[in-house]
């Protein structure tokens, strides 16, 4: 049994997993940087540690620092939230090493699905659907041969890859050379490792992703879908559950391919498996071996707690629901409030001078800030989610914008009017649109 989580992280993660662990009856410790002494979820924890200086290598990636933290306070766990230590093999291995349970899964694991060829790999092994290309690294010289093999267009994608660096398309034979060496030399500068690979590269798709949870011992259940194909430099603005673009048969499929995948892999923990989806076929792109920031809305159909879930199997006690019994009822979006300049997307740290937050029937708002917060310029920009639910799309979407209506955050920049802008598109409310639908909005609508 788990007694005492130390909860890596900060913002409204941290927030978030405070309050599983309060629901379980479970005691927590804060960790945060010099520049989160006054963040929310320290004030909330039962005990908190200073683990260093604002920098994020100091203090939230620090492993020396966060086991000390463990050790001091006695916690048996550690939760990592999303992001900062929450993919790293090694952190996993050493709490291991110091008798502390890592809230997640095996290192072996987080290792597979951290390396894109062997992800690939181990996914089509395992039975999920994948983008077709090349099988492993591309060379230069063998560069033409695959791509034409493939079928162009192609996309030149960094081995290490993340955040979208070291990708290029390659349109045609001309454009071939110049976006493997591009791509190469990206990736070197990215990651140090200019090994590339080569897929079909997909003209419309949109993003959508399953939800899965296993117990590490051979069962696992899939909790739907959720469809985050409205992004601007690959990140995520608005998501949605289910996938305006599915009908009930192609999201239990793709469900019940992810869960049988996930009960030979043995997996433990939840996780989230990404596919791209474009003329009714799904491409596996790639697996998070954690829980996502958009986990929110897979819990407003579902009524499951993922965080409680995942506390569940790390302490042994299994899972919770078996899949006949999980019901998916209603509609969910959630809205990524960022401290940004809503158009440029500049970051807009500062003081919140107001902050009224809205509620009602069928509104969550996960967020970490208040009135008088000073946002820190040394992390990401994400201050909040709001995440809401009808027993419709359209009920959910009339919901949301009563509730972008009331929100109130002044004093720094929010990506809130956003929101107001998508709310009354045409294209948004009958759920059509792409993964490059919000850039080439955006760009058609700026002056
Ligand atoms: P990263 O880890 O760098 O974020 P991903 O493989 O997750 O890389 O891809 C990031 C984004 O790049 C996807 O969400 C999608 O927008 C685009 N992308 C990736 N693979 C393809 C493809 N084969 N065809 C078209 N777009 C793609």
């Not at 200019?194 to 992703?209: F, N």
Request: proline share 4%; net charge negative.
């Amino acid at each position: 049994m788990i007694s005492k989580i130390l909860i890596a992280n900060r913002g409204e993660i941290a927030l978030r997993v405070l309050r599983a662990c309060k629901e379980l009856g479970i005691a927590t410790v804060a960790v945060h940087s010099t520049a989160d002494a006054d963040a929310m979820h320290v004030r909330l924890a039962d005990e908190s540690v200073c683990i260093g200086p604002p920098p994020s290598r100091d203090s939230y990636l620090n492993i020396h620092q966060i086991v000390a933290a463990c050790e001091i306070t006695g916690a048996d766990a550690v939760h990592p939230g999303y992001g900062f230590l929450s993919e790293n093999a090694k952190f996993a291995e050493i709490l291991e090493a110091h008798d502390i349970t890592f809230i997640g899964p095996t290192a072996e694991h987080i290792r597979i699905m951290g390396d894109k060829i062997t992800a690939k790999k181990t996914a089509q092994e395992l039975g999920i659907p994948v983008v077709p290309g090349s099988d492993g690294e591309v060379k230069p010289e063998n560069a033409l041969e695959v791509a034409r093999k493939i079928g162009f267009p192609v996309l030149i994608k960094a081995t290490a890859g993340g955040g979208g660096r070291g990708m290029k398309v390659a349109r045609s034979e001309a454009d071939l050379e110049e976006a493997v060496a591009t791509a190469r030399s990206e990736a070197l500068a990215a990651f140090g490792n200019d090994a590339v690979y080569m897929e079909k590269y997909l003209g419309k798709p949109r993003h959508i992703e399953v939800q899965i949870v296993g117990d590490g011992a051979g069962n696992a259940v899939h909790l739907g879908e959720r469809d985050c194909s409205l992004q601007r430099r690959h990140q995520k603005v608005w998501e949605e559950a289910n996938s305006p673009a599915l009908n009930v048969d192609q999201r239990m499929k793709i469900g019940q391919i992810c869960a049988e995948a996930m009960k030979k892999l043995k997996y433990r923990g939840a996780g989230t498996i990404e596919f791209l989806y474009e003329n009714g076929e799904f491409y596996f792109i790639e697996m998070n071996t954690r829980l996502q920031v958009e986990h929110p809305i897979t819990e407003a159909i579902t009524g499951i707690d993922l965080v409680h879930e995942q506390i569940r199997v790390a302490s042994g006690g299994g899972l919770s629901v078996k899949q006949e019994d999980i019901v998916f009822s209603g509609h969910a979006i959630e809205c990524r409030i960022n401290a940004e300049d809503p158009r440029t997307f500049v970051p807009s740290p500062g003081t919140i001078t107001h902050f009224h937050a809205p509620g009602g029937l069928g509104v969550r708002v996960d967020s970490g800030a208040y009135q008088g917060y000073r946002i820190p310029p040394y992390y990401d920009s994400l201050i909040g989610k709001l995440i809401v639910h009808g027993r419709t799309r359209v009920e959910c979407m009339m919901r949301l914008r009563r509730v972008l209506d009331e929100f109130v955050i002044d004093g720094i920049k929010t990506t809130l009017p956003l929101f107001q802008d998508l709310i009354n598109n045409q294209d948004i409310a009958n759920g059509d649109y792409d993964i490059h639908w919000l850039e080439k909005h955006l760009a058609a609508t700026s002056e």
